[in-house]
């Protein structure tokens, strides 16, 4: 399981309220991702952190941040949910240098927004 | 733009019968090629990659640069190869880029 752990693995929470996703890695990789997953539409990178306070914006930022202060966190925050953010949430890491090389992902956390 | 294609959502087939699952990508330049697999109830993970040049659970995925694919192919598919597949790209140290995902269900 290369060492990831997300949390919550489930949330239900409604429309307005902020949430916080948070993912670990106990490997020490520099770079750590969030993708979200829906049906139809695969798998969409929302944001992207090469090092400690560095991050990027992916695909589908839109309604997301995140923060990197330690290298094993990657915080995925939804400010004020939506029901289009309902999905499943990927974190991942990459096991080479830099963004090339296999990923490697966590167990992925359901949101609900009601 | 960096774009990932897999054509078919659901793909259907019985078991024993050749499996081919299609994905086209439109990048610059050499992208570095990967299928994902997830089954049920388990974490996304590699299932292979075009440099490495393996055979995995018997898939093996063929790189044609003058067509852009790199489809996914098993000449007998099991029941236990039902999951979804990705198939996904990257370039020059940007992020790995997804398909839309393709469903295999082998039929026993």
């Known amino acids: 399981d290369a060492g990831i752990t997300q949390s919550p693995r489930h949330k239900v929470t409604e429309t307005g309220t902020p949430v916080t996703l948070r993912c670990h890695q106990t490997e020490n990789h520099r770079y750590m991702y969030w993708y979200r997953q829906d049906p139809g539409h695969g798998l969409r990178l929302i944001h992207y952190?090469?090092?400690?306070?560095?991050?990027d914006k992916g695909e589908v930022s839109d309604g997301y941040s995140v923060s990197r202060s330690k290298t094993e966190d990657f915080l995925l925050t939804l400010e004020s949910a939506t029901s289009s953010q309902t999905s499943v949430y990927f974190c991942?890491?990459?096991?080479?240098?830099?963004?090339?090389?296999?990923?490697?992902f966590g167990e992925g956390s359901r949101l609900t927004v009601l | 733009a960096q774009r990932v294609t897999q054509p078919e959502k659901l793909l259907s087939v019985f078991k024993g019968a050749p499996v081919e699952l299609k994905c086209n990508y439109s990048?610059?330049?050499?992208?570095?090629l990967f299928w994902y697999v997830q089954y049920s109830r388990q974490r996304l993970q590699l299932l292979l990659r075009?440099?490495s040049r393996e055979s995995i659970k018997g898939f093996t995925a063929d790189l044609n640069k003058g067509e852009t694919s790199f489809h996914l192919k098993k000449p007998f598919a099991q029941e236990e190869d039902s999951a979804m597949y990705y198939c996904a790209a990257n370039s020059g140290n940007t992020p790995l880029v997804f398909g839309k995902g393709t469903r295999l269900s082998v039929i026993a």
């Open positions: 952190s090469y090092g400690v306070k560095d991050t």
């Open positions: 075009h440099i």
């Open positions: 991942a890491i990459t096991s080479g240098t830099g963004t090339m090389g296999e990923l490697f």
């Open positions: 990048y610059s330049g050499s992208p570095e």
